[in-house]
């Protein structure tokens, strides 16, 4: 079974930047999709930002602040968020497909990390 690892998380201010990370074990991480998805408090689950081969996709909210990468030596993925607001505070999740098709929604991600905090303030 896969086991996934966050880190990164903390607090910045509004501006700021941070990078997240996710650590993946127990599957082929290459082949199949990686997600990041954020829940803040009282609200549902949102997608962020896919990755699979060599294609991205980002949720409108993030686009042009956020960059999901990947390295498949490391069986990492990670999150480069820039231009940080208020509103990006919740806490962020990484997932692992449960196919190689990806997607923009949780249910289609059945392997999640246990979640890193990320506080911006203004």
């Known amino acids: 079974q896969v086991q996934l690892v966050e880190s990164g998380g903390g607090l910045v201010q509004a501006g700021g930047s941070l990078r997240l990370s996710c650590a993946a074990s127990?599957?082929?991480?290459?082949?199949?999709?990686m997600g990041w998805f954020r829940q803040a408090p009282g609200k549902e689950r949102a997608f962020v930002a896919t990755?699979?081969?060599?294609?991205?996709y980002y949720a409108d909210s993030v686009k042009g602040r956020f960059t999901i990468s990947r390295d498949n030596a490391q069986n990492t993925v990670f999150l480069q968020m820039n231009s940080l607001k208020p509103e990006d505070a919740a806490v962020y999740y990484c997932?692992?497909?449960?196919?190689?098709?990806?997607?923009?929604?949780?249910?289609?991600?059945?392997?999640w990390g246990q979640g890193t905090h990320v506080t911006v303030s203004s």
């Open positions: 997932a692992m497909g449960r196919t190689v098709v990806p997607s923009t929604h949780p249910g289609e991600y059945n392997y």
């Open positions: 990755i699979w081969s060599s294609y991205t």
């Open positions: 127990g599957r082929t991480f290459s082949n199949y999709p």
